[in-house]
């Protein structure tokens, strides 16, 4: 009688009678990173999506993928979310998300994460009014890439030879890396490009330097590279090799400095837009979003296992120093 009366209820209010599941909207959550090293920035776009009054589970589903920084398993999990009709899609991750998510799809809007100037790699043409279904945030990688080996000179001011560790295969890197070649002719560095596309091509590119004179390395953003980034971290560690990396994330993890944006700043932004999407917001009138603040990280313990003095102008200008 219980379920009668409320099934006689539910037909009053003019409600069909489905699951809560089926009537909540839905996202799909792609990433080209990993759970394992990128679970706190799920957690950061679901913090960002709350501030539009959305919570996994309550009165939204996230449906997640990862890519496990295999950019050719991308577009496959793209489409498999596409089939469940997703009612937004967040592209996290690497700049392949976003365009595989942009092939996918002309009419699902979708919310990207890009490292490169979105114009360049061909996700919009328009930063301020975004056509089409797509808006999102960009790092802005290719200033920072250039910036990073202009630090990593100052932490190590007798390197000469420095080498760049960059994955061919990510969009936007051939830019990247003419900036970067361009900063280190004006800091007189000799500069070795490493590729590696794969696992085993990280390691196939740091061991072939085994018998090279190196005095340094930098790591382009990646996301492939990030999600490997404890093959990289142990690569310097016993080459006893100052480096320098894209995020926090190496830093806290024993790398020795980093130079780039909180990126859970902006997986905030990314959850924000999908929830403003979600409430009825088109993508073209949400302008791309950029960092306006860049933070510095310095590992002392690391410096001090390298044999290395961290000059006091560098520790002063430091957003946090780890001891």
């Known amino acids: 009688m219980k379920r009668r009366a409320l099934l006689a209820s539910v037909a009053a209010a003019g409600i069909a009678p489905q699951t809560r599941a089926q009537a909540l909207p839905r996202i799909a959550y792609v990433s080209g990173r990993s759970q394992a090293t990128d679970g706190h920035l799920l957690a950061a776009f679901k913090e960002g999506l709350k501030t539009t009054g959305y919570i996994d589970g309550q009165n939204v589903t996230i449906d997640v ?53 979105p114009t360049q790699i061909g996700l919009v043409t328009n930063l301020s009014r975004p056509e089409a279904n797509l808006t999102g945030m960009t790092l802005w990688a290719n200033e920072l890439d250039a910036k990073r080996l202009e630090l990593l000179r100052t932490v190590v001011p007798a390197a000469r030879n420095v080498a760049l560790l960059m994955n061919p295969r990510n969009p936007g890197v051939t830019v990247e890396i003419e900036h970067v070649r361009e900063a280190a002719k004006t800091l007189d560095l000799a500069l070795r490009i ?24 930098a790591v382009v953003a990646d996301s492939f590279l990030i999600n490997y980034r404890a093959r990289i971290l142990d690569f310097a560690a016993a080459r006893k090799l100052p480096a320098i990396y894209p995020s926090r994330e190496f830093v806290t993890d024993g790398g020795l400095v980093s130079y780039g944006t909180r990126w859970a700043d902006m997986y905030r932004i990314v959850g924000n837009y999908a929830g403003r999407i979600l409430k009825g917001a088109k993508p073209g009138d949400l302008p791309i979003q950029r960092p306006n603040t860049y933070e510095l990280l310095i590992n002392l313990k690391t410096a001090r296992a390298l044999g290395l003095t961290v000059p006091a102008i560098m520790l002063a200008r430091a957003d946090e120093v780890l001891e």
């Open 65 to 117: 993928r990862w890519a496990d920084g295999h950019y050719d398993r991308v577009f496959s999990l793209v489409t498999e979310l596409i089939a469940t009709k997703p009612d937004v899609i967040a592209a996290v991750g690497g700049n392949t998300v976003g365009l595989d998510a942009r092939k996918a799809t002309s009419t699902i809007p979708v919310v990207f994460g890009a490292g490169s100037d």
């Open 194 to 217: 490493l590729e590696a596309e794969t696992s085993s091509g990280i390691d196939r590119a740091l061991q072939g330097t085994t018998g090279d004179k190196l005095d340094a390395l």
